[in-house]
């Protein structure tokens, strides 16, 4: 007995829930009301034609249009209907897609905009009728009870129009867009609906026109969020359909649910990164004294006008970072010290598919070129060519940089780079001094070949310098003797 009692309360709360679902909010009566002249139509199914003539059908309350939803009842106008305004394809037993397309044929139909004229109320009902039973035949005819004709194909096709493209959305719907910093876009919507709709919400700089979105960035990096809302300004009130088990089916027309789109904006920016490399060497070792930080490039934009610039720092890179998409120059304006500026234009694209540039770009140092012609003497009127002479080249902190040799003809062709240098003679042949060191200093650039002539002098004899020395002596000796001679005779007398 409990378990029946238990079943009964179950069931009782289920209807309970299924009768709040379908309270009824609205109460009403319909009427048949005018005729429109001159519009004939036939309702065909099994076998069986109904003629009518076309005549609108309104609700007493305000006297607002309805829809009849079954076709082949009547509407009785003594009795009264009651409304509802959800659960629509529950309570009159359709599909989801018929209920949708019914209640945007009723809203784009009759009253929609230019759709003012009386055709369009029967233009609308045959075509509620024909979605709703597919297996009925429903056809103008030219009088009553007349032959079957074509009539109104431009106006169905106009809100068939409507109705296909009501849930259109444009083109770019939840997509996400990569844009420029500082930047005014303008977005096309290939699907041409969106000037149907409005900016709901939009934490970034948003407008429509027509078909176009306009957005303007700023230089905050984030992504962004755009709200569009296709929603009705006609009706003040959602579709109301009045449902009787004995009687016609009745719509009134109201507003639709509204359209959403979504579209997100990512905001971003480039970068350019320079590492200076030298030509020769192909690394970022400078050569010589010269160094490859300090130089500067300027970034110029399409209009030539400068966008930024970008200075090499001590690991002999530099980077500007958060730039605008577009199209650029790149001109190095000051190189470093030492070092020969680049005179090359470097065109720069950047873009969401090139939002990272990394270049390697070369600096030719200063250089110049130096010969040295090498002889030792044989004697006062004849010199030598002198081979296999080693000269060690250091810098100002008398590092040794390199070795040079002269060739068989005396001569050594070599170059040095930026700085100061001090060139020394290593070895030389028997019996000959060295050439003093000789001071280099490379500033200017320069293709003139800098010339040294270098004679290495005899080691003077040891034998002849003592017999010289020995005879300076006696002559002293014999001076002194003789004036001390003259001394002593000048004393006596």
Request: hydrophobic share 35%.
């Amino acid at each position: 007995m409990k378990k029946i009692i238990l079943l009964i309360t179950i069931l009782s709360i289920i209807i309970g829930l299924k009768i709040d679902v379908y309270a009824a909010s609205y109460t009403d009566k319909m009427i048949v009301s005018d005729v429109i002249d001159g519009i004939y139509y036939a309702k065909e199914k099994n076998g069986n034609i109904e003629y009518r003539r076309a005549k609108f059908k309104r609700r007493t309350s305000d006297n607002s249009i309805v829809y009849c939803i079954e076709p082949f009842v009547d509407i009785t106008e003594s009795n009264e209907y009651k409304g509802y305004d959800s659960n629509y394809e529950k309570l009159l037993g359709l599909s989801k897609t018929d209920w949708e397309r019914i209640s945007l044929l009723a809203y784009y139909g009759y009253g929609y905009k230019n759709h003012t004229a009386s055709k369009w109320y029967p233009i609308t009902q045959l075509l509620i009728w024909e979605t709703i039973d597919k297996k009925a035949s429903f056809y103008y005819t030219d009088s009553f009870k007349g032959k079957k004709i074509s009539k109104f194909e431009e106006e169905i096709e106009e809100i068939e129009s409507l109705v296909s493209k009501h849930n259109v959305k444009p083109s770019f719907d939840n997509s996400s867009i990569e844009v420029s910093i500082n930047d005014e876009i303008v977005i096309k919507d290939k699907n041409k609906v969106l000037d149907k709709f409005k900016i709901k919400n939009s934490n970034i700089d948003t407008s429509i026109n027509d078909n176009s979105l306009i957005i303007k960035t700023n230089k905050e990096e984030k992504e962004y969020e755009i709200e569009l809302i296709k929603e009705d300004n006609i009706y003040k009130n959602v579709p109301i359909i009045y449902v009787s088990d004995t009687y016609q089916n009745i719509l009134s027309v109201g507003s639709y649910i509204p359209v959403n789109s979504k579209l997100k904006i990512n905001v971003s920016s480039g970068n350019i990164k320079i590492t200076k490399i030298d030509s020769d060497s192909k690394d970022t070792n400078p050569q010589g004294e010269a160094k490859l930080e300090g130089a500067i490039y300027e970034l110029l934009d399409a209009s030539n006008n400068s966008y930024g610039k970008i200075e090499i720092k001590d690991n002999s890179t530099g980077i500007l970072e958060h730039i605008k998409y577009g199209e650029y120059i790149l001109k190095e304006i000051e190189a470093g010290k030492g070092y020969k500026t680049d005179k090359q234009e470097h065109k720069i694209t950047i873009n969401e598919n090139n939002k990272e540039v990394d270049l390697k770009l070369e600096n030719e140092v200063i250089k110049n070129k130096f010969r040295i012609y090498k002889y030792y003497e044989l004697d006062k009127n004849k010199k030598s060519v002198e081979s296999n002479i080693i000269f060690e080249i250091f810098n100002s902190n008398n590092e040794l940089v390199k070795e040079i040799k002269t060739n068989e003809n005396g001569i050594i062709d070599f170059s040095l780079p930026y700085g100061n240098y001090t060139i020394k003679q290593k070895n030389t042949t028997d019996g000959y001094l060295k050439v003093d060191d000789i001071k280099i200093n490379v500033k200017e650039d320069s293709d003139e070949v800098k010339e040294f002539y270098l004679n290495d002098l005899k080691i003077p004899d040891t034998n002849e310098n003592e017999l010289l020395s020995y005879i300076l002596i006696i002559l002293l000796l014999l001076l002194f003797i003789i004036l001390s001679i003259n001394i002593y005779e000048e004393i006596n007398n």
